[in-house]
């Protein structure tokens, strides 16, 4: 039997149906937001709203800018490289595995004095901590003192989970290959024997870091048994309860430890190792003048093409030094305050011969 066709079903509900059947309706429901008919505000870009805006932007970034890149000029900062790669170095004989420990003095000159606190830190680069296997190697119920992870740590931590059948603590390549250069700072004055700069190694973690993410083993024994049935990372000298000799910044909580499992995201980073307070207004942190750096030599860079650098810094309402900020607001504002000066001479150009042509018509 032949079937009706109707080419105005098909538009509307798709095929046609037998004879009898319910016709199966595709249409779309007649409600506002099936239909697009939802209220909308659709701006009418004439000259009258678009050359305000770029002349309003380009006022608006230029001075931020401005102020941002003076602010960023002002922050004193020097950076000392110790690698030793140079033959002229002093650190050159220590890249030598036979010199251990290896201790070598490198001398500066601050030509401007360093007001405020002022912030060590230790720098390196060409080391990718950003690797997704070395960022997934740790254990964090184990950092965060669960005594059943302290003696069986996670996998994720192959192959430094165990070492001579004993669970690592802490487990994993990033504590495994912690900066453990030791950099002491002195100033050369008129004396015969130089001042040492007071360096203060707390309160350069981060707070949540320190009081909820890094916790030693529960107990009320010494800090030694409650570690009792592991060992050390393969490259540690000493175990991690021996890290410091001030209870509140030993074992998982010492705060050079917290610092450096914080991974970086680019292979050239820095970190923050030491806080030089200043005790008077009335005198600089740092004064102009000679200084010398003294470093034990024990972290290992050369192999991979790495450097190390000691970077001197204080800080101001924005954070260390970078200049990017400002030069990129005042490049963006400069560039829309230019855009909305062309478009200008632009529309005041043919609108005027707008003008002319509809007078002489």
Same mark, same amino acid.
């Given at each position: 039997?032949? %079937? ?8 509307? +509900? ?43 932007? &380009?006022?608006? !970034? ?36 036979? =010199? ?17 606190? =002022?912030? %060590?830190?230790? +720098? ?11 960022? /997934? ?27 001579? #059948? /004993? ?41 949540? #870091? ?23 990372? =393969? ?6 309860? %021996?890290? #410091? ?5 030993? +074992? ?8 450096? %499992? ?6 050239? !980073? ?48 924005? +954070? &260390?030094?970078?200049?990017?900020? &400002? ?30 042509? #509809?007078?002489?018509?």
């Amino acid at each position: 039997m032949a %079937m009706n066709y109707n080419a105005k079903d098909e538009v509307d +509900g798709g095929p046609p149906c037998a004879p009898g059947a319910t016709a199966k309706n595709r249409r779309p429901d007649n409600t506002a937001f099936k239909q697009q008919r939802l209220p909308a505000w659709q701006p009418i870009l004439t000259a009258g709203t678009v050359l305000p805006t770029f002349f309003i932007i &380009g006022l608006i !970034f230029i001075p931020i800018g401005i102020g941002i890149f003076v602010t960023s000029n002002n922050i004193r900062e020097i950076e000392i490289d110790y690698t030793g790669t140079d033959p002229s170095s002093p650190c050159n004989k220590c890249l030598s595995p036979n =010199v251990t420990p290896c201790i070598c003095t490198i001398n500066f000159t601050l030509e401007q004095s360093f007001e405020g606190n =002022v912030f %060590m830190y230790y +720098g390196l680069s060409n080391f990718y901590q950003n690797h997704r296997r070395y960022v /997934k190697s740790r254990d964090d119920s184990q950092l965060n003192g669960d005594s059943s992870a302290l003696l069986n740590p996670s996998k994720e931590c192959e192959p430094y989970r165990r070492n001579e #059948d /004993k669970p690592i603590a802490p487990c994993g390549a990033i504590a495994n290959s912690m900066f453990n250069d030791t950099l002491e700072l002195f100033l050369v004055g008129n004396e015969s024997y130089p001042t040492p700069i007071p360096l203060k190694k707390k309160g350069i973690a981060w707070w949540t #870091d320190k009081n909820v993410k890094f916790r030693n083993p529960p107990g009320e024994q010494s800090l030694e048994e409650r570690f009792k049935g592991t060992t050390n990372p =393969v490259n540690w000298v000493k175990p991690v309860y %021996m890290l #410091d000799s001030e209870p509140d910044n030993n +074992g998982f909580i010492n705060e050079d430890f917290i610092v450096w %499992m914080r991974t970086a995201a680019l292979p050239t !980073f820095r970190k923050l190792y030491r806080l030089i307070e200043r005790k008077s207004d009335l005198h600089p942190t740092l004064p102009a003048g000679r200084y010398y750096l003294n470093i034990t030599y024990n972290y290992p860079v050369h192999s991979f093409d790495g450097r190390k650098r000691m970077i001197l810094s204080t800080i101001s309402w924005m +954070g &260390g030094k970078n200049p990017f900020l &400002g030069i990129a607001y005042i490049a963006i504002g400069s560039i829309s305050f230019l855009l909305g000066v062309v478009l200008l001479v632009i529309n005041h150009k043919y609108r005027n011969s707008s003008n002319t042509a #509809d007078i002489t018509i």
